[in-house]
């Protein structure tokens, strides 16, 4: 048994993203500018490096600005539309073929489990029928800041009760998931499309890369049990 934790991203790593944006597309032709906002202003966030302040005031603070209303009215209709309103979606999104079985195989293996996502996820895990297999769930919204900023990741070993180069982080982006992992101590595992592997082999920023390409669960499965 290679490690004695693993981690995982949410968000196009436990199911594909298609499955919920598919869902999505009568909300982003009606609320377009909104996502817009939101898209632009953690943009923003992801670029400042360190910042003060309450992390959904200044997010809602930014966005007002794009959509010339008050950030109050902003950060309610944020909150109402896409934090909460996205959430009942997730009980009819198919996760990707045995994440199950491979959770439950680590669970019975002794393994620590720990997931850390940029939005909140406790209730995606609920609908999705995963939320008991969580040794330490994460929002990095939470932490103040998002990936790949090393901050979440490390407040995700914390709570684990590990130390970071004990976990292996899996996730679908290397930006945000196998950058942020890796400068935070983390060995990191990267989910992607046969035809990504190349680009994803070539590494990000810096040519970080990752150190596990699966497209398949039951590849994860035999990485770290075998």
Sequence with gaps: MKFSAVAFDLDGTLYPNFRLFIRLVPFFFREHRLIRALDMARKKLRNTGAYEGDFYE?????????LKQPAEKVKERTERLIYRGWEPFFKKIRLFPYVKETL???RKAGIKMGLLSDFPPDKKLENLGISGYWDAVVCSEQTGRLKPDPAPFLELARRMG????EILYVGNSVPYDVIGARGAGMKT????????????????????????VFKDYRQLYDYVLH
Excluded: N, T, Y
Aim: aromatic residues 10%.
């Design 58 to 66: 200044l997010q809602a603070r930014i966005m007002a600005d794009f």
């Design 104 to 106: 439950d195989a680590f």
């Design 162 to 165: 590990k130390e970071s180069r």
């Design 189 to 212: 595992a990267l989910i992607c499309s046969p035809w990504k592997k190349h680009s994803a082999v070539r590494g990000g920023p810096g040519g970080v890369v990752p150190d596990f």
